[in-house]
């Protein structure tokens, strides 16, 4: 399995000076089979880059959307492949209670907001997806819900290479008194448990996260204490503020992992960031 | 044991939060979690009796209408919106592990989460001023 980071910043794109060295795209992460099977973890702005970089014999591709959220799907308009008449494109993303899924993506991808309707688009075929297991390729996908703002679905993705846990957008501390709490009611933990890579929420400092709590998203410290809790391998923080700058997320990161001296080892979710996880440990 | 499912993860933390009296079930009756509130009402801290099969605590609480006469497993409001999946409202008296009758009235309803579905129950209650 290969994960390649296209987009970690979270919100809205952050393009800029600033931030040249994590990125200013939002939510895209690619994970390739060792089958050839092509996943795609959300459609945020990074996903226009990566669609220019999948392989012109592409017949297939899956697109798993955690919720729709703008800084998740902004993308999709500008992804080369649904402009490609030879190439299927699957979309998963959570059932709602009112609205289909192709409603839901339609209140974007249609005018005003966009020029091309979602039907215009070549080969989409949708799939709403609530609590389960479901196969793609050679990757064992497992669904849940997960604390943050709307329904919204966090991913673990299993191979015989190893497993994958994609939770972008994701407040596990809402709630408990004392956090970390009890694994059996901890949002996440079953998604989480023991995987070789973990991509985790981190969008804010322990200060910010003070006057931010219930906005659906973890500070670096929590997403540092649920990488213990479900005994990961390897964690990557991932969905950065905006306004945090480059400087800002080298020096938080280095401060936290001196405090903290985490079991797991840390990767900062940098734009074009790459991993291999071949059964071996996972490396960047 | 696995996690439990979000809905149930947020109604926990949720009345852990409130200062009205709550207890949460699974779809099987099974009790999760009552709040601090509520252990005064039930006479017993959930951090001692932890979590109980249906049929522990429909018996180990001694649950009577208004006129005294015990009800049966399938009168109790909390079973009532477990199997019908609909709200219940009713005052009746309780007497908790602390062997005190008090009268209470209390609303419960089903708790159905994202894609219908069914994930429990939940009672809401509140001592009366007799």
Request: hydrophobic fraction near 35%.
């Amino acid at each position: 399995m290969k994960v390649t980071l296209w987009g970690t910043r979270g919100s809205v794109p952050a393009p800029g000076p600033e931030t040249l060295k994590y990125g200013g795209n939002t939510s895209c992460v690619e994970v390739q089979g060792t089958d050839g099977t092509a996943l795609v973890l959300d459609g945020g702005t990074g996903i226009r880059r990566l669609g220019a970089h999948l392989p012109d014999s592409l017949e297939r591709v899956d697109i798993l959307l955690t919720h729709l959220h703008l800084d998740h799907i902004q993308g999709l308009g500008f992804f080369g492949p649904l402009r490609r008449s030879e190439v299927e494109t699957h979309i998963w993303g959570p059932a709602s209670t009112l609205h289909s899924l192709r409603e839901r993506l339609s209140f974007y991808l249609s005018p005003p907001l966009f020029p091309v309707y979602i039907r215009d688009m070549s080969r989409i075929i949708l799939h709403e997806i609530t609590e389960g297991e479901f196969q793609i390729g050679e990757f064992k996908i497992t669904s849940a819900f997960v604390v943050h703002l709307d329904p919204t679905i966090g991913f673990r993705i299993k191979s015989p290479s190893g497993t994958l846990t994609y939770l972008p957008d994701h407040e596990p501390a809402l709630g408990p008194k004392e956090y970390p709490f009890d694994t059996r009611w901890t949002s996440g933990y079953d998604l989480a448990i023991g995987a070789d890579l973990l991509i985790h929420d981190c969008q804010y400092t322990s200060e910010e996260y003070k006057t931010r709590v219930g906005w659906g998203h973890s500070s670096m410290s929590d997403a540092f204490k649920f990488g213990e809790l479900t005994q990961v391998k390897h964690l990557v923080p991932f969905h950065h503020d905006p306004n945090h700058t480059d400087d800002d997320l080298d020096r938080l990161l280095d401060k936290k992992i001196q405090a903290s001296r985490p079991t797991f080892r840390v990767t900062p979710g940098i734009e074009g960031t790459k991993f291999k996880l071949d059964g071996a440990g996972p490396g960047p | 044991m696995g996690q439990q499912e979000i809905e149930l993860i947020l109604s926990r933390h949720w009345s852990s939060y409130l200062n009205t009296p709550i207890f949460i079930v699974d779809p099987q009756g099974n009790l999760l979690f009552y709040n601090e509130p509520a252990e005064s009402i039930l006479g017993r801290r959930f951090a001692v009796t932890g979590e109980m099969t249906a049929e522990e605590w429909s018996t180990i609480f001694n649950i009577t209408d208004e006129d005294h006469r015990l009800l049966e497993p399938h009168e109790l409001p909390l079973n009532i919106a477990l199997q019908q999946h609909r709200p219940v409202y009713r005052r009746l008296y309780l007497a908790g592990l602390d062997n005190v009758q008090r009268h209470i009235e209390t609303v419960c309803f089903p708790l159905i989460g994202q894609a219908d579905r069914f994930l429990g129950a939940v009672a809401v209650f509140w001592e009366l001023d007799d």
